[in-house]
């Protein structure tokens, strides 16, 4: 069994079971009141529906920057720990190439007066 992230139309990546449960388990516990909209957004195929499915491609700008920097957060914290993991690193490393390269990353920060930040 497997499971894909999926950054954009063109941009999906596949991954063993195991590995696919540690990256939504480690997006999970990087939520935080900036990003809880975006990464619930990625993670609401497999928390929702049961589908081994993270999904980034219907994000705006301002979400998908988030999930991006938590992305690039759990790929930091395995690189000073990961003893053995050199191949799921290879692949971490290939999906944060496609946040990076996508354009909605490219955009500049859309956190400023962001709707979602402003309060009502």
Do not use: C
């Amino acid at each position: 069994m497997a499971g894909t992230i999926s950054i954009s139309a063109g941009a999906f990546f596949d991954l063993r079971t195991i590995d696919f449960e540690w990256v939504a388990e480690e997006l999970r516990s990087r939520r935080t009141v900036e990003n809880n909209s975006a990464l619930s957004a990625v993670l609401q195929s497999h928390d929702e529906y049961g589908m081994d499915f993270l999904v980034a491609d219907k994000l705006d700008a301002y979400d998908f920057r988030r999930f991006g920097e938590a992305f690039d957060s759990l790929t930091a914290n395995l690189q000073s720990t990961a003893a053995g993991r050199d191949g799921l690193l290879t692949f971490l490393a290939s999906v944060q190439a496609a946040i990076h390269n996508d354009s909605r990353w490219m955009l500049p920060d859309p956190t400023r007066n962001h709707p979602k930040l402003v309060a009502e």
